[in-house]
């Protein structure tokens, strides 16, 4: 049975023979049973590389190769987890990603049904209505998100002060639960910050389409 423990890279081919049926040796092939397949996995730590048959808890969120510990070909490459700024990029990423998609699908209508489709200004506004409200949406569920984590924070730190005031001490789950929140507040309200930049960036581009539509429309007029 493959030894539970970790091994350098130069260990991958041991673990790799020590892992091979031994009908491969003998060139009898046994009748076919379940299939277990063996895994290695390896990842980097304290700039060496590292392998085993199990991943140990200080490993789980690190980026990590996953071999067939029969073949030793690699099945699975996975990334490292996330950090809470990097989930804040990412969210920020993809709503930003999800607004330049409907801008870009904006645009396109308006500059060919402009002059053509729409008889008033109002009916151009009407264009934007659907980025309007998806942005508008962001914005409103990152506030009531700040504001719930906010008033919460405010709850676990009145609590805390309470404990201290009667000369008692704060116990370490409480602790880490103000600290995890005050986190969760920080993302939210960088998330908030964003969605609002966004709805202001929308603003001035329906102001813009408005004057390129008065512009278009004043030779029809004179």
């Not at 990603?97 to 402009?114: G, I």
């Amino acid at each position: 049975m493959m030894p539970n423990t970790r091994v350098t890279m130069l260990g991958i081919a041991v673990l790799a023979a020590l892992a091979m049926p031994a009908w491969a040796q003998s060139g009898k092939k046994p009748v076919k049973g379940p299939a277990t397949q063996k895994k290695l996995y390896c990842w980097n730590q304290d700039g060496q590389r590292i392998c085993s048959d199990t991943l140990p808890a200080d490993a789980v969120n690190q980026a990590r190769d996953e071999i067939n510990a029969s073949s030793g070909a690699r099945s699975a490459a996975i990334d490292r987890a996330l950090s809470a700024d990097e989930r804040v990029a990412a969210a920020v990423a993809a709503a930003q990603a999800q607004a330049d998609l409907a801008a870009e699908q904006t645009r396109k209508r308006t500059e060919q049904a402009m002059l053509t489709t729409f008889q008033s200004e109002d009916e151009l506004r009407r264009v934007f209505s659907e980025r309007t409200a998806l942005i508008d949406n962001n914005v409103q569920t990152a506030r009531y998100n700040v504001a719930s984590l906010r008033e919460g924070l405010v709850t676990l730190l009145r609590e805390a002060g309470n404990r201290e005031l009667s000369g008692g001490k704060v116990p370490e789950k409480l602790a880490k639960d103000i600290q995890a929140r005050h986190n969760a507040l920080l993302w939210q309200q960088r998330l908030q910050a964003s969605f609002e930049r966004q709805r202001a960036d929308l603003d001035g581009e329906i102001e813009q389409i408005i004057l390129r539509y008065r512009a278009l429309q004043a030779p029809k007029a004179s």
